[in-house]
C-alpha cells in the first residue's frame, strides 16, 4: 500500500521559518513535490523534483525562499520554507509521481496534507 505522509505544519509569524517532511511507503518514485491549497482556493503548485539532487521547479512565488530537498535512501522530501508571508497560509500536501510537472495531474499519489497558518 501507497502511503505518502506529511510532517511538520503548524503556526508560524509573519517572516518566520518552517520545515515540512514527507515519508513515502510502499514503493518509490520518480518524481516528488509540494502544492498547498488555501480554503475557497484551488490547489497550488509549490515545487517538485526529480531524482535525488535532480532537476527542480519552483512556483515563482516562492522562489528564493523555498527549498526543497531530498533523500532518495529515506524515501522523504523535506520542504524548508522561510520568509512565511500570512497569504501562503493553506493546507500544504505531497505529491508523487513519474514525471516533473505544476500540474496536480503530474502526480499520482497525494498525502493527506499538513496545514501551516502563518500569523501576521
Known amino acids: 500500500q501507497v502511503q505518502l505522509i506529511e510532517s511538520g505544519g503548524g503556526p508560524v509569524q509573519n517572516g518566520g521559518s518552517l520545515r515540512l517532511s514527507c515519508a513515502a511507503s510502499?514503493?518509490?518514485?520518480?518524481?516528488m513535490g509540494w502544492f498547498r491549497q488555501a480554503p475557497g482556493k484551488g490547489r497550488e503548485f509549490v515545487t517538485g523534483i526529480m531524482g535525488n539532487g535532480g532537476p527542480v521547479l519552483y512556483a515563482d512565488s516562492v522562489k528564493g525562499r523555498f527549498t526543497i530537498t531530498r533523500d532518495s535512501a529515506k524515501n522523504t522530501v523535506h520542504l524548508q520554507m522561510s520568509s512565511l508571508k500570512p497569504e501562503e497560509t493553506a493546507v500544504y500536501y505531497c505529491?508523487?509521481?513519474?514525471?516533473?510537472?505544476?500540474?496536480?495531474?503530474?502526480?499520482?499519489?497525494w498525502g493527506q496534507g499538513t496545514q501551516v497558518t502563518v500569523s501576521s
Open positions: 505529491a508523487a509521481g513519474p514525471v516533473l510537472g505544476r500540474a496536480p495531474g503530474s502526480y499520482d499519489y
Open positions: 510502499g514503493r518509490t518514485f520518480n518524481t
